[in-house]
């Protein structure tokens, strides 16, 4: 019984920033570990960001320094700050949340970096 709904992609030009929201309808939120990945035309899909039941966080080495991912388990909402963007980052970025041995995958949010 889990629902991902990711919000906030768009048009940015470089340089910018955007904040993406994946709300989550789910039980045991807390102890989940969520991820945030993105997927571009003719690539695979690769992890962005992970942060973990207790807060620890990890990023692609691509977005160190320029991203941010969040959680708020009392929204039982996840977060990515965006900044600093650059056109390799335009992609369709997906949520993923992960309980016990389970994952589950949200629809997807297209963000576009282009001048």
């Known amino acids: 019984q889990v629902q991902l709904q990711e919000s906030g992609g768009g048009l940015v030009q470089p340089g910018g920033s955007l904040r993406l929201s994946c709300a989550a309808s789910a039980s045991f939120f807390s102890l989940s570990v969520v991820g945030w990945y993105r997927q571009a035309p003719g690539k695979q899909r690769e992890l962005v960001a992970s942060?973990?039941?207790?807060?620890?966080?990890n990023y692609a080495d691509s977005v160190k320094g320029r991203f941010t991912i969040s959680r708020d388990n009392a929204k039982t909402s996840v977060y990515l700050q965006m900044n600093s963007l650059k056109p390799e980052d335009t992609a369709v970025y997906y949520c993923n949340y992960q309980l016990f041995n389970e994952g589950y995958w949200g629809q997807g949010t297209q963000v576009t970096v282009s001048s």
């Open positions: 942060i973990t039941s207790g807060g620890s966080a």
